[in-house]
């Protein structure tokens, strides 16, 4: 099967294609048929009953109702990045991450979200993908992202994850969420300047290219949005400083201590939940806000995160725990 222009809608061609190449656009539309279709058969073959038997497990001994408590026990995590790169003028400068929404899951999580941002403190929004939990658009999902967009008091810049298709950029970029599609923008303070640059999903589309994403910048400091933390090395070694992401919820059910049996990544486990380094890059990768699968957490606390940059002269050391 292929597409062709006559194929695609015009509103989402005219707004897509002079940023993503037509190889892109193409590639990530027949992707998402397939998706739609079949979710690759295996993939639900391997995950559905995994959910399921989770579910059934925490009802029959009677945990259910305390996992879904858990799963709505939102906090905030903060995370200092320091960095000899970074301006002057944008030391203290704060970027609140919210990842993996799932906004049209079982449970509601608008209200404890609006709840947890009242009286925080940062200058950006950044969302790291999965806005949705389920393979189409609803009436639902996108009354709760029009309702969401005025509690967030700054730009938003977002990437897409696993569970987005490309059309919702159209009516979220509408009510004010940025995408960054294999793109960077400037975010200028005084007479300086840092880029945020995002990429398309890797984990299933395969659609993230991260060198269109970095072309043109040049001794910047850069903050990367990626769904996913797999592409950290090809980051670091592009000159990233901050890796942002989400996508393994953390694990969402994990064991005593919070040892996520499952992150869904093909990469080290080490990049697979909070703060990690890798070479000169500093990483985070968030345990969301929302859940899929099962719908209930344990030892594994949704969160949002707000990093604060921080400007380290040149020279400082500071302890490096690099993934492998």
């Not at 906090?75 to 704060?94: E, I, M, N, W």
């Not at 975010?187 to 999903?201: F, L, N």
């Not at 990233?240 to 499952?262: I, N």
Request: glycine fraction near 8%; charged fraction near 25%; aromatic fraction near 8%.
């Amino acid at each position: 099967m292929s597409l062709k222009r006559e194929d695609i809608d015009p509103q989402l061609l005219g707004r897509l294609e002079p940023r993503i190449s037509w190889y892109h656009l193409t590639q990530r539309l027949l992707r998402e048929h397939d998706k739609g279709d079949h979710f690759t058969k295996r993939e639900l073959d391997d995950l559905l009953p995994l959910g399921a038997a989770i579910r059934v497990l925490a009802t029959l001994t009677g945990i259910r109702r305390r996992g879904e408590r858990n799963a709505r026990a939102l906090s905030v995590t903060h995370h200092t990045c320091r960095s000899a790169k970074l301006p002057q003028a944008f030391d203290g400068y704060r970027i609140l991450q919210l990842s993996d929404l799932h906004f049209d899951g079982p449970l509601d999580y608008l209200p404890g979200l609006s709840d947890c941002l009242e009286g925080l403190r940062y200058d950006l929004c950044v969302i790291t993908g999965d806005f949705r939990h389920r393979f189409q658009d609803s009436k639902r999902l996108r009354d709760q992202f029009a309702a969401l967009r005025p509690v967030i008091d700054a730009e938003i810049f977002a990437v897409p994850g696993n569970h987005d298709a490309l059309g919702m950029v159209v009516w979220l970029e509408e009510m004010g969420y940025n995408f960054l599609l294999n793109e960077s923008c400037a975010i200028r303070r005084a007479d300086a300047s840092i880029r945020v640059a995002g990429v398309d999903d890797y984990h299933y589309f395969r659609c993230a290219d991260i060198e269109k994403a970095m072309a043109g910048i040049e001794d910047e400091f850069v903050v990367m949005l990626n769904h996913s933390p797999e592409q950290f090395r090809e980051a670091a070694y592009a000159g990233v400083d901050l890796y942002l992401s989400g996508h393994t919820h953390g694990g969402q059910v994990c064991g005593p201590g919070g040892w996520a049996p499952r992150l869904n990544l093909e990469c080290s486990r080490r990049v697979g939940q909070g703060a990690w380094r890798f070479r000169d890059m500093t990483g985070y990768t968030s345990r969301g806000v929302g859940t899929s699968l099962a719908h209930l957490r344990f030892n594994c606390a949704p969160e949002v995160v707000v990093h604060e940059l921080r400007r380290e002269s040149p020279g400082d050391e500071f302890q490096r725990h690099d993934a492998e």
